[in-house]
Every structure is written in C-alpha cells, then in structure tokens.
C-alpha cells in the first residue's frame, strides 16, 4: 500500500525479490492492499509469500474484491 499525499490517492502494491523491509528475512515477495470503510482507511491486508514474484494481478484483484465486499457489508 502506498498513499500518494500529492494526489492523496491509494494503491495496492505488490513486492517482488528485494524486500526493504518485511516480517520475515525468509520473505520473497508480498502483496499489501489498503483496507477501506465509508472512504475512511482502517489498516492494510499484508500477505508475504516465501516464493519470488508470488502474487500476480488475478490474486490483487480477487483480494480487493474480498476486502471491499467484507468492508462495505450492511
């Protein structure tokens, strides 16, 4: 996740290889996607894979979709 504070607009952001900073020193790659609520952000989904280049746009999309439609329930 990365907000933008010039344009003050949000974006998921998937690493690959080269971690400057993560959880585990094993990581290899990771997927964080911002988690908003009634346009106010809550926190970010933080996902490490110990594989390289992990997660692709299908897993960004079907994780936004999860968290949007968890997030914006009645």
């Known amino acids: 996740f990365?907000?933008?504070t010039?344009?003050?607009e949000s974006?998921?952001?998937?690493l690959h290889d080269a971690l400057?900073?993560?959880?585990?020193a094993a990581t290899r790659s990771e997927i964080v996607i911002p988690v908003f609520q009634d346009?106010?952000?809550l926190g970010v989904f933080d996902v490490d894979s110990y594989q390289p280049a992990a997660f692709d746009?299908?897993?960004?999309h079907f994780l936004e979709e999860i968290l949007q439609?968890?997030?914006?329930?009645?």
Do not use: H, N, V
């Open 69 to 74: 439609r968890w997030f914006t329930r009645a």
């Open 39 to 41: 346009g106010r952000l």
């Open 6 to 8: 010039a344009t003050t």
């Open 57 to 60: 746009k299908i897993d960004q």
């Open 11 to 14: 974006y998921t952001l998937s």
């Open 20 to 24: 400057p900073i993560s959880c585990d």
């Open 2 to 4: 990365f907000k933008d």
